[in-house]
């Protein structure tokens, strides 16, 4: 890796940036549209979002502003957690494309795999949504379909219906928080791993290690981060609400962090804490 625009390949042979702009927590108004607009002129081609959000319709507004051709970005969304079952996930979808003023998706993921409005059925609620989304990219409405905070037995329950298998499993991958058992599942059959909260939600910064890392290399805490992402094979999806942020964060790719030093990094167990518990969340 070497740019912004490289990318990695999906099983299914799709080609996604290696880095995405994530929006997670940003409201829906002109400080999404800002955001996004900042993360685009500093040369982010991948956006994330999700119908959980918020925030659907900013996004779309800024892809429009950007002026940035459609086929040179990548959009991604997820289904809510209320939606899930085969007809509710069709209906998502389509709100998400009115709100995001799209005809396609890039990726559409499922966003939690135990929701509490589906905990005693949820192995069928995934189930009739994948059946959708496998119709939906089937039909050439997205161009990849993955999953989200997905653990290795959600897999196997969805694997016993599904046909086509999940492209991507986006999960918390940060320094402290490594989800190793995850991990290896999903490298054992061949799922992109994008790293939701790469910075820990901000409190990689207060970690002395971290800073010592920063101090030693040149860089600031958050490239030490999203370098390390990058080099352990995940997606990073950073977020920036201004432009020196979104930009700060792209310069990555002109240095490499000693073998050594990734080590220091993934014995951080447990510095940011830790992932929600996917069958546990009260929403």
């Not at 080609?15 to 829906?28: E, K, V």
């Not at 992402?229 to 792209?250: C, R």
């Amino acid at each position: 890796m070497n740019a912004l625009t490289d990318t990695y390949t999906l099983s299914n042979g799709v080609a996604i940036p290696c880095i995405g702009f994530g929006t997670w927590q940003m409201p829906n108004g002109e400080i999404t549209v800002s955001s996004v607009l900042n993360a685009i002129a500093a040369g982010y081609r991948h956006i994330d979002t999700a119908q959980g959000y918020g925030n659907e319709e900013s996004v779309g507004i800024a892809v429009k502003r950007s002026g940035v051709d459609r086929s040179e970005l990548f959009i991604t969304t997820k289904l809510i957690n209320g939606e899930h079952g085969y007809d509710r996930t069709l209906a998502a979808f389509e709100q998400s494309l009115r709100r995001l003023d799209l005809d396609y998706l890039d990726l559409f993921l499922i966003h939690w795999p135990n929701p509490v409005a589906f905990r005693d059925r949820w192995q069928e609620a995934n189930a009739g949504s994948w059946k959708a989304f496998e119709e939906l990219y089937r039909a050439g409405r997205i161009r990849a379909i993955g999953v989200s905070n997905f653990r290795p037995h959600h897999f196997d329950a969805l694997m016993e219906t599904a046909v086509i298998p999940p492209m991507v499993d986006q999960i918390r991958l940060c320094p402290g928080d490594t989800q190793d058992e995850v991990v290896r599942y999903c490298r054992a059959n061949h799922i992109q791993l994008e790293a939701y909260s790469p910075l820990g939600v901000g409190n990689i910064f207060k970690v002395p290690q971290m800073q010592q890392l920063a101090e030693k290399y040149g860089r600031s805490i958050a490239q030490i981060s999203i370098r390390w992402s990058l080099q352990n094979g995940f997606l990073p999806l950073p977020k920036a609400i201004s432009l020196a942020h979104a930009v700060e964060n792209t310069k990555v790719f002109d240095f490499e962090l000693e073998e050594a030093d990734m080590q220091i990094i993934a014995d951080l167990k447990g510095c940011v804490g830790y992932a929600a518990d996917p069958d546990t969340i009260a929403w």
